[in-house]
């Protein structure tokens, strides 16, 4: 089953894009995690599929994580079906339908799509957590990070605020935290060092995917974060490895966030060469 596929990415975060809205493709969890293998199949961060959406939305987004897990959320990953899915209809805005919601997205006069990613759960089972506690400040504590801050934007995200980000060894300690037992569904970890109110610097381990060059959901819940704990104001720019995204928390709640998206290359690929 040969099928034209795409590899985009935002910032770095990549993705491999199949689009099954006009019929179902054969893909399983198995096929996915595959496909995404950087050294056998052809490499992604996130796997993606895009599926109709029915009444209300452009189009439904699945997301899988490289280990075959599905995911509710993936900011970078909207932008860029968001971007699809207003060429496909030749207009300026779309809605991406997600397991999170539906989230509305626009392409502005530079080029950069924004997204509006829904309100953030703040509550502990919301996360979820394993159990009641304050999600302004987790106990937990590894490698010189410590006291982060949780809430969900469609996945799990806990944030740790640090003074130095150069000074941590996160390849040893994102696995660690990612899978604390505190996390009963793991999490995506972020650290966060404060530039400025308007400014801060990020770098994620994500679930699922270890290391990336962006995380467009980690950069709302490093925001949110940050202005809920009083070190940032609601609107900054958020500076991950792989360039800069435009954050905002709404005074109702929603999150937006734009940054760039791109088309790394297109080709076709052999679903049936992949474990089905």
């Known amino acids: ?3 034209p596929f795409r590899k985009m990415h935002g910032l770095g975060n990549d993705f491999v894009v199949l689009d ?7 893909v399983s969890p198995a096929r996915a995690a ?5 050294h056998r199949g052809i490499g992604c961060d996130q796997f993606i599929v895009m599926e109709p959406a029915g009444e209300g939305a452009d189009v439904f987004m699945r997301i899988r994580n490289p280990d075959g897990s ?3 959320a993936c900011g970078n990953a909207t932008r860029c079906v968001a971007e699809l899915a207003m060429e496909s209809a030749g207009r300026g805005a779309a809605t991406v339908r997600t397991l999170f919601g539906d989230l509305p997205a626009e392409r502005l006069a530079d080029g950069t799509i924004r997204v509006d990613m829904g309100a953030p759960r703040l509550g502990w089972r ?8 304050d999600t302004l400040h987790l106990p937990l504590l590894a490698g010189g990070a410590a006291d982060p801050a949780a809430l969900s934007m469609g996945n799990p995200h806990a944030t740790f605020f640090v003074p130095d980000l ?4 996160i390849p040893a300690l994102g696995p660690r935290l990612e ?5 009963p569904e793991r999490a995506n970890i972020g650290f966060v060092q404060v530039l400025a109110r308007d400014h801060l610097r990020l770098v994620v381990w994500e679930r699922g995917a270890g290391l990336t060059l962006a995380c467009g959901s980690g950069a709302c819940a490093a925001l949110v974060n940050a202005a809920r704990r009083g070190l940032s104001a609601r609107e900054a720019t958020v500076s991950l490895p792989g360039g800069d995204l435009r954050i905002a928390w709404r005074d109702d709640g929603h999150v937006l966030m734009a940054g760039p998206v791109a088309t790394a290359f297109t080709g076709m690929i052999d679903l049936d060469a992949f474990p089905a």
Do not use: C, K, N, W
């Open 70 to 72: 599905e995911s509710g």
């Open 179 to 183: 899978h604390d037992s505190l996390f």
């Open 126 to 133: 919301d996360v979820p957590l394993a159990r009641e506690m």
């Open 34 to 38: 595959a496909i995404a293998d950087r």
């Open 1 to 3: 089953m040969i099928i």
């Open 20 to 26: 099954a809205r006009a019929a179902p493709l054969p």
């Open 166 to 169: 150069d000074a941590l060894d």
